[in-house]
T-cell receptor
Framework: GENVEQHPSTLSVQEGDSAVIKCTYS??????FPWYKQELGKGPQLIID?????GEKKDQRIAVTLNKTAKHFSLHITETQPEDSAVYFC?????????????FGAGTRLAVHP | KAGVTQTPRYLIKTRGQQVTLSCSPI?????VSWYQQTPGQGLQFLFE???????NKGNFPGRFSGRQFSNSRSEMNVSTLELGDSALYLC????????????FGPGTRLTVL
């Protein structure tokens, strides 16, 4: 079955630095890769996503890259701010017969220090 | 548009009891998925409902069940609660099963004593 590995499990950066979180998926049929941010006491919030026909996508300070050959995708946050501190989850979606389910990575706890 | 809502937000039960959690999707969304989140196992898919029918199922025992109503609201039931069922239960909605993007609610924190 589909498996998603996420690294690192914790990441500590200084405000203004960049943060990179990496994920690897196992099923080459996966075609949709969202990233979620979860703050304490809240549900996961979609921050960016990428589909398998695209190599890179950017939204202001956040970017995601996808390497289908290596089955890797990464989240890049530039100019980090304290409010970026949260747990980030990557996921891979496998669509079969019109139905999909999200397989999540274990999460990365990002701490941005002022 | 209002987001996904879940009730109750917090729940305390004892072993052996059963519990029902409720989820209202974003207006117009017809698909509801349920996930269990625990520190040890992370986010795990339970099941998905669309048009009142279960369309997809994860690897959970039969004690976990759900249903969806004609207005797309969904309920999830856990019978014969075990200590290991303590978790954050999340609901996510999307407008149809062929759409990738899912939006999560705030979750219901279930504690089993």
């Amino acid at each position: 079955g589909e498996n998603v590995e996420q690294h690192p499990s914790t990441l500590s950066v200084q405000e203004g630095d960049s943060a990179v979180i990496k994920c690897t998926y196992s099923d080459s049929a996966s075609n949709y890769f969202p990233w979620y941010k979860q703050e304490l006491g809240k549900g996961p919030q979609l921050i960016i996503d990428i589909r398998s026909n695209v190599g890179e996508k950017k939204d202001q300070r956040i970017a995601v890259t996808l390497n289908k050959t290596a089955k890797h995708f990464s989240l890049h946050i530039t100019e980090t701010q304290p409010e970026d501190s949260a747990v980030y989850f990557c996921a891979a979606s496998l669509v079969s017969g019109g139905y999909n389910k999200l397989i999540f990575g274990a999460g990365t706890r990002l701490a941005v220090h002022p | 548009k209002a987001g996904v809502t879940q009730t109750p937000r917090y729940l305390i039960k004892t072993r052996g009891q059963q519990v029902t959690l409720s989820c209202s999707p974003i207006s117009g969304h017809r698909s509801v998925s349920w996930y269990q989140q625990t520190p040890g196992q992370g986010l795990q898919f339970l099941f998905e409902y669309f048009s009142e029918t279960q369309r997809n199922k994860g690897n959970f025992p039969g004690r976990f069940s759900g249903r969806q109503f004609s207005n797309s609201r969904s309920e999830m039931n856990v019978s014969t609660l075990e200590l290991g069922d303590s978790a954050l239960y999340l609901c996510a909605s999307r407008d149809r099963v062929s759409t990738d993007t899912q939006y999560f609610g705030p979750g219901t924190r279930l504690t089993v004593l």
